[in-house]
């Protein structure tokens, strides 16, 4: 077991927090910060802030220059070994100087894993991981879950009132939660690699479903799951270049795909149907692990969250709930078949729970996540 000191807490924390500063930009690569000390003195802090760019640990050698010469690196994620985009931190490191590297946590993308470490340690390096793995983890959700799950990190939010309804009977839903709940699904957007919702909700909604409260360096992907091929552009998704659009459907009618030619934002992915007609959950989670995208915030309405609940697919229901009251005719959040065993026990844990102007927050992860 790894003893680590007051010292090395506290600069291991300081890199969390560096890393979190790139938590709307860095997708689909990991969040990592990185901060290099001599003693008691950080010489150099960094992190990565979006893919192409440079690492963590090469913005931090860069302000620490020649005091990173006998210096300790702590760095959230294992230094990579590749070169990829950029040459590996691993490397950088070691020419720099670095006598100490601590890590929170292995690198499991397949071309790091555990090479980054040996590169170190055979360089001579004093090289000691585990600290503060399980909040070097919350930085990385999705990424995580794509490299070692084969499936993005699927965070279904959900926004009712007192008795769990999402829209009066009509379909009108804008005014349930208070503007800070709407601001802060605005964050939540930012921090997916991708945001998901169904042609039902497009169609009712006609929803732009992109980052418009403040600015950021990139728009998460818009996945829009219509297993009919129901969607036209005059949808605002298709309409509003600024943020790419996947459509997922069964159809594979070519003069169907070609109208969206004309829109380079838009891609079409075609899946087989299931028994039901129907867009296979568990397939389409390994196609989108292929187009890179690891957090996914599920935005939908009645049917499709119950799908995704039905399928152990949701790994975070993020729930905002208002002291408002709509009516039994009103939407449900989610319908699914009476469960006598959840009188027993809860497959959910609650991680989170706030107040957001006059509204609550509540955030609840599965067991298995
Ligand atoms: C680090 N420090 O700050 C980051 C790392 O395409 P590239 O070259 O940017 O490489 C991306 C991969 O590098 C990514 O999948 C992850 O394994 C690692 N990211 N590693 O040492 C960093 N962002
Ligand atoms: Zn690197």
Redesign the pocket.
Same mark, same amino acid.
């Given at each position: 077991m790894m003893s680590f000191s007051e010292l090395d807490r506290k600069f291991m924390q300081t890199a969390l927090d560096l &890393?979190w500063q +790139?938590r709307f930009s860095?997708s =689909? /690569?990991?969040?990592? *910060?990185?901060v290099i000390a001599r003693g008691e003195q950080i010489v150099g802090e *960094?992190?990565?802030v979006q893919? +192409?760019?440079?690492?963590?640990?090469? /913005?931090a050698l860069k302000q620490a220059g020649s005091l990173a010469l006998d210096a300790t690196a702590y760095?959230t994620?294992?230094?990579?070994s590749?070169?990829?985009?950029? +040459? =590996?931190? &691993?490397q950088a490191l070691i020419e720099a100087g670095i006598k100490r590297v601590v890590v929170a946590m292995p690198?499991? /993308?397949p $071309?790091?894993s555990g090479k +980054?470490i040996k590169m170190l340690e055979q360089a001579g390096v004093n090289i000691e991981s585990g600290l503060f793995t399980l909040q070097a983890r919350e930085l990385n959700l999705g990424?995580l879950s794509r $490299?070692e799950r084969n499936k993005p990190y699927i965070r279904l939010k959900i926004a009712a009132s007192l008795d769990s309804k999402t829209a009066l009977s009509n379909g009108q839903s804008q005014w349930i939660t208070s503007n800070a709940a709407r601001n802060d699904v605005q964050t939540l957007r930012a921090e997916s690699c991708a945001v998901l919702t169904g042609i039902n909700t497009v169609i009712a909604d006609d929803p732009l479903l992109n980052v418009r409260r403040f600015t950021t360096l990139r728009q998460p992907v818009r996945i829009i799951l219509d297993s009919q091929l129901r969607i036209t552009p005059a949808f605002h998704v298709i309409q509003d270049t600024n943020s790419p659009t996947l459509i997922v459907t069964t159809i594979r009618d070519k003069a169907k795909h070609a109208v969206f030619a004309p829109y380079p934002h838009v891609s079409v992915v075609t899946m087989p149907p299931n028994q039901h007609g129907q867009i296979e959950l568990s397939e389409l989670w390994p196609i989108l692990v292929q187009r890179n995208i690891g957090l996914i915030l599920a935005e939908t309405g009645a049917t499709l969250n119950s799908a995704l609940l039905a399928s152990q697919a949701v790994d975070e229901i993020i729930y905002y709930q208002a002291p408002k009251i709509l009516g039994s005719s009103a939407r449900n959040a989610i319908e699914l078949p009476e469960n006598q065993e959840a009188l027993n026990e809860s497959e959910w844990q609650s991680v989170d729970l706030r107040l957001l102007g006059n509204d609550c927050r509540w955030t609840i992860r599965h067991e298995q996540s």
């Open positions: &890393a +790139g860095t =689909p /690569n990991p969040r990592v *910060g990185c *960094g992190f990565h893919t +192409g760019l440079a690492h963590a640990e090469v /913005n760095v994620l294992e230094p990579c590749h070169t990829g985009k950029t +040459g =590996p931190c &691993a690198d499991p /993308n $071309q790091v +980054g990424f $490299q």
